[in-house]
């Protein structure tokens, strides 16, 4: 991970204001999913579920960064699927696009290299739904990183 965004990941405030103060399972959000995010731990990653539909517009390409990341590292992982659903709808691209102005090339570059790396891991395993969910994302890191 990047050390910009892991200082990001690691801060009080961020979490803070990554969910909505009225978010039924922010609790959990603010201490599983936080921990699966920063330790990489796989069976808190299991939030991502629900927490990834949660996460505000402000917060959301840190945390996408990381499970892009994590993703590409345990293609296997429970949490890949979700990850693949929510970055393979138009609301959830639309919602990346209008954001993209806060992410560095650098940043963009590093998420389509591990977007790459998981679509072939997937697609080496037979997966190829969960594989050809992540076309878009990685179209998009395509056409941004450049």
């Known amino acids: 991970m990047?050390?910009?965004?892991?200082?990001?990941?690691?801060?009080?405030?961020?979490?803070?204001?990554?969910f909505d103060r009225n978010e039924v399972f922010r609790s959990e959000f603010l201490t599983e999913f936080r921990r699966?995010?920063?330790?990489?731990?796989?069976?808190?990653?299991?939030?991502?579920?629900?927490?990834?539909?949660?996460?505000?517009?402000i917060a959301l390409w840190p945390v996408l960064?990381?499970?892009t990341e994590l993703a590409a590292l345990t293609p296997r992982a429970e949490f890949v699927e979700s990850f693949?659903?929510?970055?393979?709808?138009?609301?959830s691209l639309s919602r990346l696009k209008s954001n993209l102005r806060d992410v560095s090339k650098s940043h963009l570059r590093a998420a389509l290299s591990?977007?790459?790396k998981l679509r072939l891991e997937l697609a080496a395993a037979a997966d190829?739904?969960?594989?050809?969910?992540?076309?878009?994302?990685?179209?998009?890191?395509?056409?941004?990183?450049?």
């Open 2 to 18: 990047q050390s910009e965004n892991n200082r990001w990941l690691m801060s009080d405030d961020f979490w803070n204001s990554a």
């Open 36 to 57: 699966g995010i920063v330790k990489g731990i796989e069976n808190d990653l299991a939030w991502t579920r629900l927490a990834i539909y949660g996460v505000k517009d």
């Open 65 to 67: 960064l990381r499970i």
């Open 84 to 91: 693949a659903f929510f970055v393979s709808t138009e609301e």
């Open 114 to 116: 591990d977007v790459t």
């Open 128 to 146: 190829n739904d969960l594989s050809e969910r992540l076309i878009s994302f990685q179209d998009l890191l395509t056409e941004s990183a450049q």
